[in-house]
Every structure is written in structure tokens, then in C-alpha cells.
Nanobody, 122 residues
Framework: QVQLVESGGGLVQSGGSPRLSCQAS????????MAWYRQPPGKERELVAN???????KYADFAKGRFTISRDVAKNAVYLQMNRLKPDDTAVYYC????????????????WGQGTQVTVSS
């Protein structure tokens, strides 16, 4: 069993800089990638940023220059620093992790957190 728990959302004023956190726990041997997605009201879920074990971070165009993803491998955690937020950034933000559960399982599977609401007021 794996759990991903996000925190750090809430109501933010336009221009604000909240930081989201996501902690993975449970049966975890290794994590290949961790990512943040978001789902704005009435829209499809979309990738915000991801970071893989042997590579650098990648960002959606709307996140470049404003958002920073970082990862603490030892803590199985991922963070999203968001700056200069706009009302269009209002969404439920989800954490995703690609996890290998044990040393005898040679594949990774994706797991999702429950999401954290970020509402940006104008």
C-alpha cells in the first residue's frame, strides 16, 4: 500500500507564493519520478512539472519561470514552489509518484494523492 498526501493549498491572493508539499509513504523500494498535476474547474487534468531520478525537472509552459519543483529523495517527498500566482492557476493540485514497491518487483506503478485545492483571488 502506498499513500501520497499533499498539503499547502488554500486561498491565496493574486501574486502570492504558496509552497505545496507531497509526502509518499507505505511500501516503497524506490521512486523513479514524482510530479505535480492540476485540474482547473471544468477542465482536464494537466501536467504542471515532473522530476525524475536521473534527470532534471520539466515544466509545462505556463509553469516555466514561475514554479519550481524539487524533491527530497531521502524523505520520499516532492515540493512545488509557486510564485506570482494568477487567478488562472486556481485548480486542484495533485501529486503523482512512479513507485517500485519492493526489490522483487521489477516494475513501477503510478500513484496519486487526493489533491489539494489552490484558489487564487484577484
Amino acid at each position: 500500500q502506498v499513500q501520497l498526501v499533499e498539503s499547502g493549498g488554500g486561498l491565496v491572493q493574486s501574486g502570492g507564493s504558496p509552497r505545496l508539499s507531497c509526502q509518499a509513504s507505505g511500501t516503497i523500494f524506490s521512486i523513479n519520478s514524482m510530479a505535480w498535476y492540476r485540474q482547473p474547474p471544468g477542465k482536464e487534468r494537466e501536467l504542471v512539472a515532473n522530476i525524475i531520478s536521473l534527470g532534471g525537472p520539466k515544466y509545462a509552459d505556463f509553469a516555466k519561470g514561475r514554479f519550481t519543483i524539487s524533491r527530497d529523495v531521502a524523505k520520499n517527498a516532492v515540493y512545488l514552489q509557486m510564485n506570482r500566482l494568477k487567478p488562472d492557476d486556481t485548480a486542484v493540485y495533485y501529486c503523482n509518484a512512479e513507485i517500485r514497491p519492493t526489490s522483487t518487483v521489477y516494475s513501477f506503478s503510478h500513484h496519486w494523492g487526493q489533491g489539494t485545492q489552490v484558489t487564487v483571488s484577484s
